[in-house]
């Protein structure tokens, strides 16, 4: 058997290796809409289960929404305040980062999309790009265009291939195929929906699209060279990445196991369901009733019948035992438990967990969540790097070989436990072992205190 020959859209080695991680993702984040067309491959049939009954059982299988709930809470923590640009950056970075990717998103809303990606997925690209300036000569010429650098943001399934080079000494991105779907208007009022390959390499990129006579062929519909100012020794673009990684692309999302788990959580809760619809509709079993009983037709039952049997006849209820109930309903909330665990929510930990339990999860959540945060901060500050080059020369003169940096909020340590550590803190003054000033700014750090709500005596009192 003769194998397919590779093509620009052949995904890489790695690139299938994330494959099935990610599509497990994008159906649970999806929820209800994607579980249920794929039903048979995350809640299959019971042996010998009737059609009919298995398609009641999946579209009664209640849905929780665990995963992305804790996909929220963990993406949000270094938006609790704004990205920002550190301070004195120059005017044309501050206009810049208003609108970084020419659709109206300015740097914090942008990093947040960012971010969730890359938590959710393991890892995210950001493509530094640039619209043609062909024809384009001067600076008035350029403006007049509305022509500027601008961010895009590539999720991991949308990554084909990136391989790598060692140049000079930093490992840099040398060749990228990148699938995109766009959507064109076919006709007066239809559109169509057309899958193109993007090829980047060091200075130059290529669009590919199928061949409309040979749907099995792909070719080159547009192509160019990067507009930089600074040779390019790699392609602009810049990974985020949070997961374990198993490659220049191959990456374990970090909740991988959280997605797994929410699939246990749905199999878990349609038992549940199915189990109570049991037992509010039990079956009736008659033993021993004739047709001078029944009248030979349906029997009524409900609060106002009144069942009747001969001699040795019988009528009861079967339902499930409550005991079955209760192991049913306990299985259910000892998932729940484990995403909370899995998705390093302190808040969610189970009832009854200890103090020391809380205080370990919290820390190990916080500080996997802070070095993401560091990441993105780092990120973002190379995306800037690297948007410098394709602005005009006025503006690259302003800003000369000063980067300014980025401000990503990335102190969540101070949110564990801070009511008790407040306690400490004033203890500790109160015996002379901080300093008021000491006291006040970690106070302050914690979020217990705004610069306003205590003064120095007070914190000096101990009151």
Do not use: W
């Given at each position: 058997m003769m194998m397919n020959k590779p093509t620009v859209a052949t995904p890489s080695g790695e690139a299938n290796t994330m494959a099935p991680w990610l599509e497990l993702i994008a159906d649970v984040r999806a929820g209800l809409p994607?579980?249920?067309?794929?039903?048979?491959?995350y809640m299959p049939s019971y042996s010998n289960e009737d059609p009919d009954d298995y398609r009641r059982r999946v579209n009664l299988a209640p849905w929780r929404p665990e995963f992305s709930d804790s996909l929220r809470a963990l993406s949000s923590k270094p938006f609790q305040k704004p990205v920002s640009l550190g301070e004195n950056a120059p005017a044309p970075i501050v206009a810049f980062a208003d609108d970084v990717d020419g659709a109206g998103n300015n740097l914090h809303v942008f990093a947040r999309k960012f971010f969730e990606a890359a938590v959710a997925d393991g890892l995210c690209l950001l493509l530094v790009d640039h619209p043609p300036a062909e024809g384009l000569r001067t600076v008035k010429d350029y403006k007049d265009a509305g022509l500027k650098p601008y961010w895009s943001l590539y999720p991991a399934s949308s990554i084909l291939s990136l391989r790598t080079a060692r140049v000079g000494a930093r490992k840099e991105i040398v060749d990228l195929r990148l699938r995109e779907c766009i959507i064109e208007p076919d006709g007066e009022f239809g559109e169509k929906e057309i899958v193109q390959v993007r090829r980047i390499t060091p200075g130059a990129w290529e669009l590919w699209r199928k061949n409309a006579a040979k749907p099995d062929d792909w070719e080159i519909v547009d192509s160019g060279e990067v507009a930089?100012?600074?040779?390019?020794?790699?392609v602009n673009a810049i990974v985020l990445r949070t997961g374990e990684a198993q490659g220049?692309?191959?990456?374990?999302?970090?909740?991988?196991?959280?997605?797994?788990?929410q699939v246990e959580l749905w199999k878990a809760l349609s038992n549940l369901a199915e189990v109570l619809e049991y037992s509010a509709s039990p079956m009736l079993v008659a033993k021993n009733v004739g047709a001078e009983i029944t009248g030979g037709g349906a029997v009524k039952v409900g609060p106002r019948a009144c069942l009747q049997c001969g001699e040795d006849g019988d009528w009861k209820?079967?339902?499930p035992a409550a005991e079955n109930i209760r192991e049913i309903r306990d299985h259910a909330k000892d998932v729940i438990a484990d995403m909370a665990r899995l998705a390093m929510q302190p808040a969610l930990v189970r009832p009854g967990a200890t103090a020391t339990e809380v205080g370990l999860q919290a820390a190990k959540a916080h500080s996997a969540i802070e070095a993401w945060a560091l990441g993105l901060k780092d990120a973002l500050q190379t995306a800037i790097a690297r948007t410098i080059p394709f602005m005009v020369e006025p503006d690259r003169k302003a800003i000369g070989s000063w980067v300014p940096s980025v401000d990503v909020h990335s102190d969540f340590g101070s949110e564990i436990g801070k009511?008790?550590?407040?306690?400490?803190?004033?203890?500790?003054?109160?015996?002379?072992?901080?300093?008021?000033?000491?006291?006040r700014a970690e106070l302050l750090r914690r979020g217990v205190i705004n610069s306003q709500s205590l003064s120095e005596e007070t914190v000096g009192d101990g009151k």
């Open positions: 994607k579980m249920r067309p794929k039903a048979g491959h930089s100012a600074v040779p390019q020794v790699g220049d692309l191959a990456t374990r999302p970090p909740l991988l196991d959280l997605a797994f788990a209820f079967i339902q009511n008790e550590e407040a306690r400490i803190i004033i203890d500790a003054t109160k015996i002379g072992l901080l300093s008021t000033e000491v006291a």
